[in-house]
């Protein structure tokens, strides 16, 4: 078991430097209990003196968060104070009679004081215990005035947050929240003591660290019944750093007013830096309930409703792109050779594809089509034949280039990738092998393809500035209390899609059809002040053959419309999705229209009272039609 | 292969101890946490599970045999020396300090094993090293680099606290291996100009601004001088009996800074005076006797050293922690084994406990 040459006659025997460590430790012990000894028996005295004069105790300050701005400075977040009530079971004379009292100053359940009272009570005496927050001025001020009838009752101010614009870009905000145990337990929140506010989602969360601002404390000296008395000394706090973002207010506005009730995003987007200028995500919620105690109901409420009110639609909603892809396939088929500015196909309507029938939305068919016209009127037989020619790795490798199938970093966190599919994707996705007739779905933007809005938005800005894959951000810069700048982003670009300037150029001309001649899918979207090139989309959430009249709305198309204007110099692009809109030229391109008007006109280029809005002209009914049934296979 | 022996030679003295004092532990923590606000599970019953995880590790070290280490040092110093580097390189920093390294599914913080790996690292190195009349100055420069290379490892993290108890350990061991006198004398006149090169270059200002304030705790009354003025006034007031159970005013108005984890002895000597503390004291100094009675009584050289070293771990955790907690050091965040809450050190201690039992279980057996 052991092996005998281990064992080393010892020297002088350890057993005799085990008993010097013995006396060692004796005496380090030793040590500690005569200090115990001094402090606890000669000095207590002293020090019960000094603990019971204790009167000092520190107070943490939370320091103010610092401000979100817009891109020209106008607040979109600030603070304000808000009350809440205290008592201090110790100072409190008559129980029952204060807890009727506060329930009838405060409009109180007089239960609802009374558990918070009771889940307080392990707690030592002196502690105060919150029993209602976010009380109004009014009723803070009568308590003040009832002080005498309220003894034990403390009255603690401390900032909340205020939302200027109300539900405005609520998404994008987010919201507080007190600190969760895994986030305290978490390393990102070291810093942070329980019952501490952070942010729970969108810039408030992501940016924490340098809105938070570095939280304070006063050292103050009570009386023996543990009431305030003065300050004695102060480490002040520091408020947190002001964010200023890229978005513009009055066309953040503008986008979600656009949206309406409609569920779904829009994002607007400067081409040449990829600062992200509008960012909706619809419906909205009310990030101020999420300050307080939310009601029930409410949540209840938010939680049931199929739009899904609480949910980034703009980030982290993927989406089949549908039709909007095209303008991926077609840069494909043109960069490899397949077409040119010519080659032309024939659509019946329909395409055999081995034993599948893969349908045009158009069940008429379209004719001869060419680039300019499959692009215009979206012809999905032209795409079907492209994408079987090209294979799904080819188009992939395209999308890849345009800034598709990755998160772009953009500076909220959970942003999501999206699909952009391979054959070797599927094999480890699904463990199975491709086949050609998912090609075709992709082609025309279906089947696995996934895209976020905010992709879709840097996609069409990539065509628009031809080949630069700008970081889209939300964060222009964090400036200091005293306006000092501490970081600044500049445009960053991401990488590059170097393509023939024919195929940007082919593909913008078509763009420009899609908006504005006969029989484009987008006349929606027009603008007559400025040029606007375009393109439609609706994407299938299920499958359903010969769908007419009333399809229940979960199972409507998703309504899709990627934009970039002026047409001859690109200066904004945008990206609509309308859950459910159906018809890309009907639901999303108006959105865009609205969103694009904002921008001109906060530029001056279109002047404010406008004559009238979206056309509506001969081939509007046309322009409407786009069912794009996409790859309803038999 | 399981010998009865095993059983009937168990040594549940010890574990007895170790459990009386995880219990007054787990005690003091429901009293010391019970201030804070109440999210998620409370702090004594998470110690409670740690304390739970803690025997299981402790049983499984206990039921194989320690010499199996005896194959393993090198392997296992060199492993966590590697972690070491690593955390340097891809650590996760908080609070300006890089300790830790994501395994993925969890963080790990490779400077706590080192306390044990060095253990290991020093008994098998002398567990085969003949000593006449103690070691020469020529002699200790091996170990010295077996100890200064993670030594300054976890210094630069920085994690001064580990990396002085680390050295102790190391120290200690090298006391019983036996050291001359001439070369004690020799190292320890070495030692002020290294210690001067570190508090010039090494220390970081909050380290150096620590040890300032213990000296002159009046400097800063209001940062961390105010922890040890505190902490002096919560173990004092406590005077001969105590306050009581969760009557102790200090800790129960949050004067006190981590009052559950490095300060959860100032919370107990507030509520349980002095009499309490004797009684913490002759528990403690019961089980470092013990282990070195098992050091003792051990029949091989590598259990021998392996029993001083883990000993030497505990005793020197609880003399940092105590000496802080009573103003006798300055602040350094060194917990109180089995007592202070927290998985790490629970772990820590347990694994070292695990060891004892093993060696003095397998004392019969040759």
Same mark, same amino acid.
């Given at each position: 078991?052991?092996p005998l040459?281990?064992?080393?006659?010892?020297?002088?025997?350890g =057993?005799?430097?085990?008993?010097?460590?013995s006396?060692?430790?004796?005496?380090? #012990? #030793?040590?500690?209990l005569?200090?115990?000894?001094?402090?606890?028996?000669?000095?207590?005295?002293?020090?019960?003196?000094?603990?019971?004069?204790?009167?000092?105790?520190?107070?943490p300050?939370?320091?103010?968060?610092?401000a979100?701005?817009?891109r %020209?400075?106008?607040?979109?977040?600030?603070?304000?104070p808000?009350?809440?009530?205290? $008592?201090?079971?110790q100072?409190?004379?008559?129980?029952?009679?204060l807890?009727?009292?506060?329930a009838?100053?405060l409009?109180?359940?007089?239960?609802e004081?009374?558990?918070?009272?009771?889940?307080?009570?392990?707690?030592?005496?002196?502690?105060p215990? $919150?029993?209602?927050?976010?009380?109004?001025?009014?009723?803070?001020?009568?308590?003040e005035?009832n002080?005498?009838s309220?003894?034990?009752?403390?009255?603690e101010?401390?900032?909340?947050?205020? *939302?200027t614009?109300?539900?405005?870009?609520?998404?994008?905000?987010?919201?507080?929240?007190?600190?969760?145990?895994?986030?305290?337990?978490?390393?990102r929140y070291?810093?942070? %003591?329980?019952?501490?506010?952070?942010?729970?989602?969108?810039?408030?969360?992501?940016?924490?660290?340098?809105?938070?601002g570095?939280d304070?404390?006063?050292?103050?000296?009570?009386?023996?019944?543990?009431? #305030?008395?003065?300050?004695?000394?102060?480490t002040?706090?520091?408020?947190g750093?002001? $964010?200023?973002?890229?978005?513009?207010?009055?066309?953040?506005?503008?986008?979600e007013?656009?949206?309406?009730?409609?569920?779904?995003?829009?994002?607007?987007m400067?081409?040449?830096?990829?600062?992200?200028?509008? #960012?909706?995500?619809?419906?909205? *919620?009310?990030?101020?309930?999420?300050? =307080?105690?939310?009601?029930?109901?409410?949540?209840?409420?938010?939680?049931?409703?199929?739009?899904?009110?609480l949910?980034n639609?703009?980030?982290?909603?993927?989406?089949?792109?549908?039709?909007?892809?095209?303008?991926?396939t077609?840069?494909?088929g043109?960069e490899e050779?397949?077409?040119?500015?010519?080659?032309?196909?024939? &659509?019946?309507?329909?395409?055999?594809f081995?034993?599948?029938t893969?349908? &045009?939305?158009?069940?008429?068919?379209?004719?001869?089509v060419?680039?300019r016209?499959?692009?215009r009127?979206? &012809?999905?037989?032209?795409?079907?034949?492209?994408a079987?020619?090209?294979?799904?790795?080819?188009?992939?490798?395209?999308a890849?280039?345009?800034?598709?199938?990755?998160?772009?970093?953009?500076?909220?966190?959970? +942003?999501?990738?999206?699909?952009?599919?391979?054959?070797?994707w599927?094999?480890k996705?699904?463990?199975k092998?491709?086949?050609?007739?998912?090609?075709?779905?992709?082609?025309?933007g279906?089947?696995?393809?996934?895209?976020?809005?905010?992709?879709?938005?840097?996609?069409?800005a990539?065509?628009?500035?031809?080949?630069?894959? *700008?970081?889209?951000?939300?964060?222009?810069?964090?400036?200091?209390?005293d306006?000092?700048?501490?970081?600044?982003?500049?445009?960053?670009?991401l990488?590059?899609?170097?393509?023939?300037?024919?195929t940007?150029?082919?593909v913008?001309?078509?763009?420009?059809?899609?908006?504005?001649?006969?029989?484009?899918?987008g006349?929606?979207?027009?603008?007559?002040?400025?040029?606007?090139?375009?393109?439609?989309?609706?994407?299938?959430?299920?499958?359903?053959?010969?769908?007419?009249?009333?399809?229940?709305?979960r199972?409507?198309?998703?309504?899709?419309?990627?934009?970039?204007?002026?047409?001859?110099?690109?200066?904004?692009?945008?990206?609509?999705? $309308?859950?459910?809109?159906?018809?890309?030229?009907?639901?999303?391109?108006?959105?865009?229209a609205?969103?694009?008007r904002?921008?001109?006109e906060g530029?001056?280029?279109?002047?404010?009272?406008?004559?009238?809005?979206?056309?509506?002209?001969?081939?509007?009914? +046309?322009?409407?039609?786009e069912?794009?049934?996409?790859?309803?296979?038999? | 292969?399981?010998?009865?022996?095993?059983?009937?030679?168990?040594?549940?003295?010890?574990?007895?101890?170790?459990?009386?004092?995880?219990?007054?532990?787990?005690?003091?923590?429901?009293?010391?946490?019970s201030?804070?606000?109440?999210?998620?599970?409370?702090?004594?019953?998470?110690?409670?599970?740690?304390?739970?995880?803690?025997?299981?590790?402790?049983?499984?070290?206990?039921?194989?045999?320690?010499?199996?280490?005896?194959?393993?040092?090198?392997?296992?110093?060199?492993?966590?020396l590697?972690?070491?580097?690593?955390?340097?390189?891809?650590?996760?920093?908080?609070?300006?300090?890089?300790?830790?390294?994501?395994?993925?599914?969890?963080?790990?913080?490779?400077?706590?094993?080192?306390?044990?790996?060095?253990?290991?690292?020093?008994?098998?190195?002398?567990?085969?090293?003949?000593?006449?009349?103690?070691?020469t100055?020529?002699?200790?420069?091996?170990?010295?680099?077996?100890?200064?290379?993670?030594?300054?490892?976890?210094?630069?993290?920085? /994690?001064?606290?580990?990396?002085?108890?680390v050295s102790?350990i190391?120290?200690?061991?090298?006391?019983?291996?036996?050291?001359?006198?001439?070369?004690l004398?020799?190292?320890?006149?070495?030692?002020?100009p290294?210690?001067?090169?570190?508090?010039?270059y090494?220390?970081? /200002?909050?380290?150096k601004?620590?040890v300032y304030?213990? !000296?002159?705790?009046?400097?800063d009354?209001?940062?961390?001088?105010?922890?040890i003025?505190?902490?002096?006034?919560?173990?004092?007031?406590g005077?001969?009996?105590?306050?009581?159970?969760?009557?102790?005013?200090?800790?129960?108005?949050r004067?006190?800074?981590?009052?559950?984890? /490095?300060?959860?002895?100032?919370v107990?000597?507030?509520?349980?005076?002095?009499?309490?503390?004797?009684?913490m004291l002759t528990l403690?100094?019961?089980?470092?006797?013990?282990?070195?009675?098992?050091?003792?009584?051990?029949?091989?050289?590598?259990?021998?050293?392996?029993?001083?070293?883990?000993?030497?771990?505990?005793?020197?955790?609880?003399?940092?922690?105590?000496g802080?907690?009573?103003?006798?050091?300055?602040?350094v965040?060194?917990?109180?084994?089995?007592?202070?809450?927290?998985?790490?050190?629970?772990?820590?201690?347990?694994?070292?406990?695990?060891i !004892?039992?093993?060696?003095?279980?397998?004392?019969?057996?040759?």
């Amino acid at each position: 078991m052991k092996p005998l040459q281990n064992i080393i006659p010892d020297d002088d025997g350890g =057993g005799r430097r085990i008993i010097g460590l013995s006396i060692g430790a004796f005496a380090m #012990f #030793f040590l500690l209990l005569s200090r115990l000894w001094y402090l606890q028996v000669i000095s207590a005295e002293d020090l019960i003196g000094q603990s019971e004069n204790n009167r000092l105790r520190f107070v943490p300050v939370a320091a103010p968060r610092g401000a979100i701005l817009d891109r %020209n400075g106008k607040v979109l977040v600030s603070n304000t104070p808000s009350f809440s009530v205290a $008592v201090i079971p110790q100072d409190v004379k008559n129980k029952e009679q204060l807890i009727d009292n506060l329930a009838r100053y405060l409009n109180l359940d007089r239960k609802e004081i009374e558990t918070k009272w009771t889940k307080g009570q392990g707690r030592a005496k002196y502690y105060p215990l $919150v029993v209602a927050s976010g009380i109004t001025r009014d009723q803070m001020e009568y308590l003040e005035e009832n002080r005498l009838s309220l003894s034990g009752v403390n009255i603690e101010m401390k900032p909340i947050r205020a *939302y200027t614009n109300g539900v405005l870009a609520s998404h994008l905000l987010g919201y507080l929240g007190e600190i969760s145990e895994d986030e305290l337990n978490s390393d990102r929140y070291q810093e942070y %003591n329980a019952g501490d506010y952070v942010g729970k989602s969108g810039i408030e969360r992501s940016w924490e660290s340098y809105l938070h601002g570095t939280d304070g404390g006063r050292q103050i000296e009570v009386d023996a019944r543990g009431r #305030f008395l003065r300050t004695v000394a102060e480490t002040g706090t520091s408020v947190g750093n002001t $964010v200023m973002l890229t978005i513009d207010l009055e066309m953040q506005k503008a986008a979600e007013k656009a949206l309406g009730d409609q569920a779904g995003a829009a994002v607007a987007m400067d081409v040449n830096t990829g600062e992200i200028l509008a #960012f909706a995500s619809s419906p909205d *919620y009310d990030p101020a309930l999420f300050t =307080g105690r939310m009601p029930p109901d409410i949540w209840k409420k938010y939680l049931d409703d199929e739009r899904h009110p609480l949910e980034n639609k703009a980030l982290k909603g993927m989406y089949p792109p549908g039709s909007t892809f095209k303008i991926v396939t077609a840069i494909a088929g043109l960069e490899e050779g397949l077409i040119d500015e010519h080659t032309s196909i024939q &659509c019946s309507g329909s395409y055999k594809f081995g034993n599948s029938t893969f349908r &045009c939305w158009e069940r008429k068919g379209h004719g001869t089509v060419d680039l300019r016209k499959s692009l215009r009127e979206s &012809c999905d037989v032209y795409y079907y034949k492209l994408a079987e020619r090209l294979g799904v790795n080819r188009i992939a490798k395209y999308a890849r280039r345009l800034g598709l199938g990755a998160p772009l970093g953009i500076g909220l966190e959970n +942003e999501k990738g999206g699909v952009i599919p391979t054959e070797e994707w599927k094999l480890k996705r699904f463990g199975k092998k491709w086949f050609s007739g998912e090609t075709l779905s992709v082609g025309i933007g279906q089947g696995y393809v996934l895209t976020t809005p905010i992709q879709l938005a840097s996609m069409i800005a990539t065509v628009a500035n031809e080949g630069s894959v *700008y970081r889209p951000h939300l964060v222009k810069r964090v400036v200091d209390l005293d306006g000092k700048v501490l970081q600044d982003f500049a445009p960053q670009v991401l990488s590059k899609a170097d393509l023939k300037p024919l195929t940007y150029r082919l593909v913008k001309e078509g763009l420009f059809a899609v908006v504005n001649e006969p029989r484009g899918t987008g006349g929606m979207s027009r603008l007559y002040e400025v040029k606007v090139a375009g393109k439609t989309g609706s994407s299938q959430v299920v499958k359903l053959r010969d769908s007419k009249g009333d399809v229940p709305y979960r199972f409507r198309d998703h309504a899709l419309f990627v934009a970039f204007a002026p047409y001859e110099k690109p200066e904004i692009a945008v990206a609509v999705i $309308v859950e459910h809109g159906e018809h890309g030229g009907s639901a999303a391109a108006p959105v865009s229209a609205k969103i694009l008007r904002a921008y001109f006109e906060g530029k001056g280029v279109i002047k404010k009272p406008v004559p009238k809005a979206v056309p509506k002209e001969e081939e509007g009914g +046309e322009s409407v039609a786009e069912p794009d049934p996409g790859a309803a296979q038999e | 292969m399981f010998d009865r022996r095993l059983f009937t030679n168990f040594d549940w003295t010890l574990l007895a101890t170790v459990l009386l004092i995880t219990a007054f532990g787990v005690i003091n923590i429901y009293s010391a946490s019970s201030s804070y606000r109440d999210i998620g599970t409370p702090y004594y019953l998470k110690q409670l599970y740690w304390i739970c995880a803690g025997l299981c590790l402790c049983l499984t070290v206990c039921s194989l045999d320690y010499h199996m280490l005896e194959d393993f040092a090198y392997w296992l110093y060199g492993g966590v020396l590697i972690l070491l580097v690593l955390v340097l390189v891809a650590g996760k920093t908080t609070m300006g300090a890089t300790r830790w390294i994501s395994l993925g599914f969890f963080n790990m913080q490779p400077s706590e094993p080192m306390k044990i790996v060095i253990i290991m690292t020093f008994a098998r190195f002398f567990s085969r090293y003949p000593v006449f009349k103690g070691l020469t100055l020529r002699e200790l420069a091996y170990p010295l680099l077996l100890l200064g290379i993670p030594a300054v490892l976890i210094m630069k993290q920085p /994690d001064l606290g580990t990396a002085i108890l680390v050295s102790l350990i190391a120290g200690t061991m090298l006391l019983f291996v036996g050291v001359r006198w001439s070369a004690l004398a020799t190292l320890l006149a070495a030692a002020v100009p290294v210690v001067y090169v570190a508090w010039q270059y090494l220390l970081h /200002d909050y380290q150096k601004k620590r040890v300032y304030n213990f !000296l002159n705790p009046d400097l800063d009354p209001l940062g961390s001088g105010y922890h040890i003025i505190q902490s002096k006034i919560a173990v004092g007031s406590g005077a001969t009996f105590g306050k009581g159970f969760m009557q102790g005013t200090q800790s129960q108005l949050r004067f006190l800074p981590e009052q559950h984890t /490095d300060f959860a002895f100032s919370v107990f000597s507030e509520e349980w005076g002095f009499a309490g503390c004797l009684l913490m004291l002759t528990l403690y100094l019961f089980l470092i006797l013990w282990g070195l009675a098992i050091a003792k009584r051990c029949n091989d050289r590598f259990g021998s050293l392996l029993a001083v070293g883990v000993t030497s771990m505990l005793f020197w955790h609880i003399v940092i922690n105590m000496g802080m907690v009573i103003g006798l050091m300055p602040v350094v965040g060194v917990p109180l084994p089995f007592f202070s809450y927290g998985g790490t050190s629970m772990v820590t201690s347990m694994v070292g406990v695990g060891i !004892l039992l093993n060696i003095s279980m397998r004392r019969f057996m040759f």
